[in-house]
């Protein structure tokens, strides 16, 4: 286990009462260059890892953000503890065109861990686009529950690599980096920094 991970899981445990403590911003680029920003939804840890699942719609703009660079950031803060943590690293896509069996089992159980409305909002219409009346609004969209994702979802994988994380309370900055340690291992190693 990462040696940031127990700080989190503690803020997130202490913060749990909050509804608002399950979402944190996630920063892409363009490929114009320019940083995006929005608010996502923590889906927990992919299983036996430090990796951070989010879903998201594969028509979204920050799938091509991610195509065009796979660089992110993570910014979550805890407003009852007063914690602030900060994540630099990769961004990987799993979508149904993906090759990897075992990623494609990922994303499949990432799909049937969110509730049946969550999963109702992947058969809307492609989203940013402009709104147009094609169905009856009093038209139900219906999803078979025991069916798998459909084509529009998408499970992101966020790698970290550096964790920044502030205790505005105590004045306690740390500083996590890590670096590798055999194929599919990390190292972690913390710094106390001046806040």
């Not at 065009?68 to 979550?76: A, D, L, N, P």
């Not at 993906?98 to 861990?113: C, H, I, M």
């Not at 529950?145 to 740390?174: K, T």
Request: with cysteine; hydrophobic share 35%.
């Amino acid at each position: 286990m990462a040696s940031w991970k127990p700080l989190l899981l503690k803020s997130l445990d202490s913060n749990a009462h909050l509804k608002h403590s399950a979402f944190f911003q996630l920063a892409t680029i363009g490929p114009n260059g320019r940083p995006s920003n929005r608010t996502v939804v923590f889906r927990g840890f992919q299983e036996g890892t430090d990796m951070i699942q989010i879903n998201t719609d594969r028509r979204s703009a920050k799938i091509e953000e991610i195509q065009h660079c796979r660089f992110g950031e993570v910014c979550w803060y805890f407003t009852e503890s007063w914690e602030q943590f900060r994540f630099k690293g990769t961004i990987d896509i799993i979508d149904a065109t993906n090759s990897d069996v075992l990623k494609l089992q990922k994303r499949e159980k990432a799909w049937f861990a969110s509730s049946l409305k969550s999963r109702l909002q992947y058969l809307a219409p492609t989203p940013s686009l402009p709104a147009i009346a094609i169905h009856d609004p009093g038209e139900e969209i219906k999803l078979d529950p025991s069916e798998g994702p459909v084509d529009a979802f998408c499970l992101l994988i966020f790698d970290p690599d550096q964790v920044d994380y502030l205790n505005l309370r105590s004045n306690e900055r740390l500083i996590f980096t890590s670096k590798p340690n055999g194929p599919s291992c990390k190292l972690w190693m913390s710094q106390k920094i001046n806040p």
